[in-house]
């Protein structure tokens, strides 16, 4: 039991990504501010006004992770990016620091945007394991 509960902040700090300290804190702005310059280096050729692949359109999306679909969206965008699946093969790939600084972005207001609406999600909390 000790074991257990002294392990639990490195497993919730294992899930949400060693970028993540409980120390820092969401910018004022939403994700899409902070994002814009990586957004329209490396996203908006495809995913843009001029061209939509997979029918999504960064320039539009709200930042605001609260908006209905914009925390789904923005997850799968997230995903997208830290597996390297986007940029695309045969695109310019953004630098290190600029992908993992992209990535801890996305990571902190999504963390944020979930601790928001955590109450508002049925069924997200620990299980009962008695009857």
């Known amino acids: ?3 257990l509960i002294a392990m639990s902040p490195i ?6 990504g060693p970028s ?9 702005g939403d994700v899409a501010t902070e994002l814009k310059s990586f957004l329209q280096q490396h996203c908006l050729a495809c ?8 029918d999504l359109r ?5 930042g605001d992770l609260l908006k209905p679909n914009a925390e789904e969206v923005w997850a799968g965008v997230l995903a997208r990016i830290a597996h390297g699946e986007m940029p695309p093969r045969g695109e ?6 600029s992908l993992e600084q992209a990535v ?3 990571q902190r207001h999504l963390a944020d945007a979930a601790r928001k609406t955590a109450h508002l999600k049925p069924g997200r909390g620990p299980r009962r394991l008695n009857r």
């Open 1 to 3: 039991r000790c074991c």
């Open 11 to 16: 497993f919730a700090w294992l899930l949400l």
């Open 20 to 28: 993540i300290s409980a120390a820092e804190t969401p910018a004022a």
């Open 47 to 54: 995913h843009g006004p001029d061209l939509q692949e997979s």
């Open 58 to 62: 960064l320039d539009t999306l709200s």
């Open 92 to 97: 310019p790939r953004p630098e290190a620091k």
């Open 104 to 106: 801890t972005t996305l």
